[in-house]
């Protein structure tokens, strides 16, 4: 693969090599705590409840994975092309947590 310059497969004690292994490691660590699914809601018909999720990827937001875990999350991620919003859906009030929901909501309000 073209990940590491020839010159530093040579060498697999160089700088160079340990240097470019210390990133991919840091980032591969990374995606197992704080990645997260991409989906679109996808309507059909009137009703919600038979409506679906259609998993489109995943992606890392390391900012975002800083929120806490809440069934009854008081936020909500919005994607929009390659950034993802967190957007309030209640009064966050001071010094309260920040939670989100990492799975999938319970509810289809």
Request: proline residues 3%; charged residues 15%; contains cysteine.
């Amino acid at each position: 693969t073209n990940w590491f310059p020839s010159e530093a497969c040579k060498d697999v004690n160089s700088a160079q090599f340990k240097y470019i292994a210390a990133l991919m490691m840091k980032h591969i660590q990374a995606c197992a705590c704080n990645a997260y699914e991409i989906n679109e809601f996808v309507k059909k018909g009137t009703s919600m409840v038979n409506s679906e999720s259609l998993e489109l990827g995943g992606a890392v937001y390391p900012t975002i994975s800083l929120s806490n875990h809440s069934c009854a999350a008081n936020t909500s991620r919005i994607n929009y092309g390659t950034y993802c919003c967190v957007r309030a859906i209640r009064t966050i009030f001071p010094n309260e947590k920040v939670y989100d929901n990492y799975g999938l909501f319970y509810h289809t309000e």
